[in-house]
């Protein structure tokens, strides 16, 4: 497959609670397919899926008697030894490229979306067309995070440490979304990217 066979690749990503999960959902809404990394991840872990083989000789305690991947055992150990975190990637992260393979064999369309959380921090964009990224001012974002359920300001604060900052984003970024100015603006904005992209790769 040529590169101006394929699908135009647009990476999607944002910080949390900056709307990216309903972003993702228009673009869904209005027929483009959707790559969620975080779902790939479930999937790997799920009973008879890859992860459990992968992750035994590093975290056995971690792999459940059906052959999945307890995530909070997963987290309990990362919590104990911080220094797993680079060996269970280097592991799961070769899973995940071979999920989103497989999918992106199956999307017979011009546009995909990749929803990647931690799209800038694992080099996607080295391999993405382009980067949408979803943005609203800090203290939209706080509110709408610390109203979630069970949500403290220490368990933001952890959040916001592991993910690069909302200002480095935007400055990387090919197309932004600003979801403080409502539901409406963003699915016109997203209306707007599947009409200008859908056509760019056979222009």
């Not at 979306?113 to 980067?131: K, M, S």
């Not at 001012?137 to 952890?158: I, L």
């Amino acid at each position: 497959m040529t590169a101006r066979d394929r699908p135009f690749l647009l990476g999607l990503t944002g910080s949390i609670g900056m709307g990216k999960s309903t972003t993702a959902e228009m673009f869904r809404a209005a027929g483009v397919p959707v790559w969620d990394a975080d779902a790939a991840v479930h999937r790997i872990y799920r009973p008879g899926g890859p992860g459990a083989a992968a992750l035994a000789p590093l975290v056995p305690g971690a792999v459940t008697p059906d052959g999945g991947v307890e995530r909070g055992a997963l987290r309990g150990a990362l919590a104990e030894d911080p220094g797993l975190l680079g060996l269970i990637e280097e592991r799961i992260h070769p899973l995940v490229a071979e999920d989103r393979a497989d999918f992106l064999a199956r999307a017979a369309a011009p546009l995909v979306v990749c929803d990647i959380p931690l799209l800038f921090e694992t080099g996607a964009d080295t391999w993405l067309d382009a980067v949408l990224v979803v943005t609203a001012p800090p203290e939209v974002q706080r509110a709408r995070v610390m109203a979630r359920p069970g949500m403290t300001a220490a368990e933001f604060d952890r959040f916001l440490a592991r993910q690069m900052p909302d200002a480095r984003k935007r400055a990387r970024a090919d197309y932004l979304i600003d979801t403080s100015l409502g539901l409406d603006h963003a699915r016109a904005e997203v209306h707007s990217l599947i009409a200008r992209l859908s056509g760019s790769r056979h222009a």
